[in-house]
T-cell receptor, first 116, second 112 residues
């Protein structure tokens, strides 16, 4: 059973370009969460999605960042017009459907975004 | 979700048991205790979780006090590869907008 997959693992963009980060949850998991880790800092929650719905985007920057989790295919975190401050590791996690108490989340290996 | 308190760092000799404490004095009855770790800059790795009873798996044991206000993660025979930041997190799984909130964790340094 494959774990959470993220690609690309490393992404280099110049200022002003767009970055697209993809996350495929574990089989049977319908909830996806995105986190960002700036250099030498902790993990910060960004957004929580279920299929075709954004449940909680309280940690998303107000501009340039968006996320989706379509009915088919991976979840996408999109950053428009990247700036150097967007350089970070972006992790996604997945979990089974809610209502089943106490099941753990599993994280992917992350995408390391470098903005030149 | 309840807040947790962990020591910022700990050392442990290779081959010895590592005991990592966590205080969660405001935990409520339907909140679970989760432990994750992050080795260098890899993705967080799930270790173990529990509600009331002590738990054990192939990686670690989790001891939760009877009043549930604190817990201890035990790595029975620490190796150099266990050097990582360990996070203790409490979360009410049944809520509609649950999310794991990571604190600063404990940096465990396993010494040869």
């Amino acid at each position: 059973n494959a774990g959470v997959m993220q690609n690309p693992r490393h992404l280099v963009r110049r200022r002003g370009q767009e970055a697209r980060l993809r996350c495929s949850p574990m089989k049977g998991h319908s909830h996806v969460y995105w986190y960002r880790q700036l250099p030498e800092e902790g993990l910060k929650f960004m957004v929580y999605l279920q299929k075709e719905n954004i449940i909680d985007e309280s940690g998303m920057p107000k501009e340039r960042f968006s996320a989706e989790f379509p009915k088919e295919g991976p979840s996408i975190l999109r950053i428009q017009q990247v700036v150097r401050g967007d350089s970070a590791a972006y992790f996604c996690a997945s979990s089974p459907a809610s209502g089943r108490g106490g099941l753990p989340w599993f994280f992917g290996p992350g995408t390391r975004l470098t903005v030149l | 979700d309840a807040k947790t308190t962990q020591p910022p760092s700990m050392d442990c000799a290779e081959g010895r048991a590592a005991n990592l404490p966590c205080n969660h004095s405001t935990i409520s009855g339907n909140e679970y205790v989760y432990w994750y770790r992050q080795i260098h800059s890899q993705g967080p790795q799930y270790i173990i979780h529990g509600l009331k009873n002590n738990e054990t798996n192939e990686m670690a044991s989790l001891i939760i006090t009877e009043d549930r206000k604190s817990s201890t993660l035990i790595l029975p025979h620490a190796t150099l590869r266990d050097t990582a930041v360990y996070y203790c997190i409490v979360m009410n799984y049944g809520g509609a907008t649950n999310k794991l909130i990571f604190g600063t964790g404990t940096l465990l340094a396993v010494q040869p």
